[in-house]
């Protein structure tokens, strides 16, 4: 018998199962795009989360190839914003003396054998030319790019702004037509005429496209401040109220992504709703929405509050002095604690919880289980307000619903019950279950300058990621307040750089301000190994199985927490990383470990740990 550990024995289990992309690069790199290495896993990055996302939302094979190389253009034209992007899995040449970047990557789709794709990155003066028919092709965002069918011409001269034909790319309108129809949209739902309206275009994030509305009223001839302005006593007009219209940018058609799209804008709806609700943090209300395709914009949309300020993530930061940038780290100190004061069930926060007042708990539903009887998995309202309980019945429940189909995957559920025994032992499922911002980073807080010691936080934003999870969850250290500018991309997002010495002096002060300005539980929860491993181990909780990746994560966070705490009794086999061959998949038993295999586990363990294990699992 030949035991299926490896990733591509795992990819063959199911016909449903898109493998992840492998990375198979061959990057061409100039000064101005920065290291090889680090462009190179910059894309990497990126193409593996536009793969588990196209993995999650979209059935359809031919679908998922249509939206993997579209949202793999704007993720990484969002990564490098002066180049143009195309990904293309057909016959090219791309010539000429401009920077470019090649990366090479494929997965074995549901149907027909593996599909691999280029994303190639350029700019001026370069040519890319497309041969052969068919395939998959998205052309690109960049700027000064002349396209003329599947020839794109672009010149030494390349500015910021994205070309028309990166808006067209996503089946959305150029912003200089498409402003009209906000514009009448405004005007109509505002009850404003034209020239009370203003849009602007912004910059969108993956998910949304966003455009600004502001709204300015001018006084009524009998109103007391028409009266002061026409006796040059005040303003002519208000100042105008400023509003964020967001619709998805999905590029896909289909009744399942129509249910996909309503669905997730019903869930930012819904999140942003419940924090602006019930915390004091400047958080956008939402004004409207609409969760139907039967609106002007033919999808849903939501229209929100804008919030004054400047993203930390852009150059904001990098303006500040010392002082300043110690005032924005003492108020990003206390947010995970105030956002992680709704308590709750475990999981994504209800729809019903809108027509809740804020004094009431909130409702939760709990994460879609897996069900091996339904078309899709299943939801229903969370009961679990113990953080162990939680692990340990999401444990149980994706073990048995690999049980004899993907049996070989059963050990991996085991060895994460196990972890979470040993994390209740150790004091970190102490405590309740909490909201969590879920991406509580600097691209999503906005900040104004009031003085050179003093700086706002004006807004809290992007709440898509949001849930209610044990409070491990909610206290990641914001590192980024102390990690070197010059570091690694593939590296700074990483949690074990929490854990790395400052190397300069601005570094070492902007870390004490947070040690000053945490409690004991906020220290341990971030910068503790076994809080960073729960935080992955939640992660592949949360979804289960579905890409190599999760498998590899799951595979690394087995292997650390064994490496911490072999007492434990926890191990990756040493074939676990082996990559089979065809042959040895097509004449492998796809069975679970033995009995006695799953007791030499156990031995190794505390007796009350294996009896609560197996009386759970077993």
């Given at each position: 018998?030949?035991?299926?550990?490896?990733?591509?024995?795992?990819?063959?289990?199911?016909?449903?199962?898109?493998?992840?992309?492998?990375?198979?690069?061959?990057?061409?790199?100039?000064?101005?795009?920065?290291?090889?290495?680090?462009?190179?896993?910059?894309?990497?990055?990126?193409?593996?989360?536009?793969?588990?996302?196209?993995?999650?939302?979209?059935?359809?094979?031919?679908?998922?190839?249509?939206?993997?190389?579209?949202?793999?253009?704007?993720?990484?034209?969002?990564?490098?914003?002066?180049?143009?992007?195309?990904?293309?899995?057909?016959?090219?040449?791309?010539?000429?003396?401009?920077?470019?970047?090649?990366?090479?990557?494929?997965?074995?789709?549901?149907?027909?054998?593996?599909?691999?794709?280029?994303?190639?990155?350029?700019?001026?003066?370069?040519?890319?030319?497309?041969?052969?028919?068919?395939?998959?092709?998205?052309?690109?965002?960049?700027?000064?790019?002349?396209?003329?069918?599947?020839?794109?011409?672009?010149?030494?001269?390349?500015?910021?702004?994205?070309?028309?034909?990166?808006?067209?790319?996503?089946?959305?309108?150029?912003?200089?037509?498409?402003q009209h129809t906000v514009r009448e949209f405004a005007m109509k739902h505002f009850h404003r005429d034209s020239s009370e309206v203003t849009i602007e275009k912004m910059k969108g994030g993956s998910y949304n496209r966003v455009i600004g509305i502001n709204i300015t009223s001018k006084p009524k001839t009998t109103s007391f401040h028409w009266l002061k302005s026409y006796l040059g006593l005040g303003k002519t007009t208000e100042e105008p109220k400023r509003y964020i219209l967001r619709i998805p940018r999905m590029g896909v058609e289909g009744d399942d992504v129509d249910d996909i799209q309503r669905k997730d804008m019903e869930r930012d709806v819904t999140t942003m709703t419940v924090a602006e609700s019930r915390l004091p943090l400047p958080v956008a209300k939402v004004e409207s929405y609409n969760l139907t395709m039967d609106n002007v914009f033919g999808r849903p949309y939501m229209i929100q509050t804008r919030h004054p300020g400047r993203n930390l993530a852009n150059d904001l930061w990098k303006d500040l002095n010392i002082e300043q940038k110690k005032c924005v780290a003492q108020k990003i100190t206390n947010l995970a604690p105030i956002i992680a004061s709704i308590e709750g069930p475990t999981g994504d926060v209800a729809f019903e919880a809108l027509s809740l007042p804020p004094c009431e708990p909130v409702r939760v539903n709990a994460f879609r289980a897996p069900d091996k009887h339904a078309n899709e998995p299943t939801s229903k309202p969370a009961t679990e307000l113990d953080p162990f309980d939680y692990l340990l019945k999401r444990c149980k429940q994706w073990y048995d619903?690999?049980?004899?189909?993907?049996?070989?995957?059963?050990?991996?559920?085991?060895?994460?019950?196990?972890?979470?025994?040993?994390?209740?032992?150790?004091?970190?499922?102490?405590?309740?279950?909490?909201?969590?911002?879920?991406?509580?980073?600097?691209?999503?807080?906005?900040?104004?300058?009031?003085?050179?010691?003093?700086?706002?936080?004006?807004?809290?934003?992007?709440?898509?990621?949001?849930?209610?999870?044990?409070?491990?969850?909610?206290?990641?250290?914001?590192?980024?307040?102390?990690?070197?500018?010059?570091?690694?991309?593939?590296?700074?997002?990483?949690?074990?750089?929490?854990?790395?010495?400052?190397?300069?002096?601005?570094?070492?002060?902007?870390?004490?301000?947070?040690?000053?300005?945490?409690?004991?539980?906020?220290?341990?929860?971030?910068?503790?190994?076994?809080?960073?491993?729960?935080?992955?181990?939640?992660?592949?909780?949360?979804?289960?199985?579905?890409?190599?990746?999760?498998?590899?994560?799951?595979?690394?966070?087995?292997?650390?927490w064994n490496e911490l705490h072999p007492e434990d009794g926890i191990r990756v086999e040493e074939s676990d990383s082996d990559v089979a061959s065809d042959g040895e998949m097509e004449d492998a038993e796809l069975v679970p470990d033995t009995e006695s295999d799953r007791e030499m586990d156990c031995s190794g363990s505390d007796d009350v740990v294996c009896y609560e294990l197996q009386h759970v699992i077993m």
């Amino acid at each position: 018998m030949v035991r299926i550990t490896s990733v591509l024995a795992f990819l063959a289990m199911g016909a449903s199962t898109m493998a992840s992309p492998t990375p198979d690069q061959n990057l061409v790199a100039r000064a101005d795009i920065g290291d090889k290495a680090s462009a190179g896993a910059a894309v990497a990055d990126v193409v593996g989360k536009v793969y588990h996302l196209v993995q999650d939302m979209i059935d359809d094979d031919i679908k998922r190839r249509q939206f993997f190389t579209q949202k793999v253009v704007q993720d990484v034209h969002a990564e490098f914003p002066n180049y143009n992007i195309v990904v293309c899995n057909v016959g090219y040449k791309l010539g000429g003396s401009g920077d470019s970047l090649i990366h090479k990557t494929s997965y074995k789709a549901k149907i027909g054998s593996n599909v691999s794709f280029d994303v190639i990155i350029f700019k001026g003066p370069n040519t890319f030319r497309r041969w052969g028919d068919g395939g998959y092709e998205n052309l690109p965002p960049g700027s000064a790019a002349n396209i003329d069918y599947s020839i794109i011409h672009c010149d030494e001269d390349q500015g910021d702004e994205a070309s028309v034909a990166a808006t067209v790319l996503y089946e959305q309108e150029p912003f200089d037509t498409f402003q009209h129809t906000v514009r009448e949209f405004a005007m109509k739902h505002f009850h404003r005429d034209s020239s009370e309206v203003t849009i602007e275009k912004m910059k969108g994030g993956s998910y949304n496209r966003v455009i600004g509305i502001n709204i300015t009223s001018k006084p009524k001839t009998t109103s007391f401040h028409w009266l002061k302005s026409y006796l040059g006593l005040g303003k002519t007009t208000e100042e105008p109220k400023r509003y964020i219209l967001r619709i998805p940018r999905m590029g896909v058609e289909g009744d399942d992504v129509d249910d996909i799209q309503r669905k997730d804008m019903e869930r930012d709806v819904t999140t942003m709703t419940v924090a602006e609700s019930r915390l004091p943090l400047p958080v956008a209300k939402v004004e409207s929405y609409n969760l139907t395709m039967d609106n002007v914009f033919g999808r849903p949309y939501m229209i929100q509050t804008r919030h004054p300020g400047r993203n930390l993530a852009n150059d904001l930061w990098k303006d500040l002095n010392i002082e300043q940038k110690k005032c924005v780290a003492q108020k990003i100190t206390n947010l995970a604690p105030i956002i992680a004061s709704i308590e709750g069930p475990t999981g994504d926060v209800a729809f019903e919880a809108l027509s809740l007042p804020p004094c009431e708990p909130v409702r939760v539903n709990a994460f879609r289980a897996p069900d091996k009887h339904a078309n899709e998995p299943t939801s229903k309202p969370a009961t679990e307000l113990d953080p162990f309980d939680y692990l340990l019945k999401r444990c149980k429940q994706w073990y048995d619903f690999e049980k004899g189909d993907n049996s070989f995957l059963e050990d991996f559920w085991y060895k994460f019950a196990v972890i979470t025994k040993s994390l209740e032992a150790r004091g970190f499922l102490e405590g309740p279950c909490v909201y969590v911002h879920g991406d509580l980073k600097p691209h999503n807080i906005l900040a104004e300058v009031r003085s050179e010691t003093d700086v706002e936080i004006t807004g809290i934003i992007d709440w898509d990621f949001a849930v209610i999870a044990p409070e491990f969850m909610a206290y990641r250290a914001p590192f980024w307040l102390w990690t070197p500018e010059d570091m690694n991309r593939a590296e700074v997002d990483k949690e074990a750089t929490a854990n790395i010495e400052p190397v300069n002096e601005e570094g070492r002060a902007l870390k004490e301000v947070f040690l000053n300005h945490v409690s004991e539980k906020y220290k341990m929860f971030a910068f503790a190994p076994e809080a960073m491993l729960a935080r992955r181990m939640f992660l592949i909780l949360q979804e289960g199985m579905r890409s190599t990746w999760n498998y590899e994560e799951a595979e690394s966070v087995i292997r650390e927490w064994n490496e911490l705490h072999p007492e434990d009794g926890i191990r990756v086999e040493e074939s676990d990383s082996d990559v089979a061959s065809d042959g040895e998949m097509e004449d492998a038993e796809l069975v679970p470990d033995t009995e006695s295999d799953r007791e030499m586990d156990c031995s190794g363990s505390d007796d009350v740990v294996c009896y609560e294990l197996q009386h759970v699992i077993m």
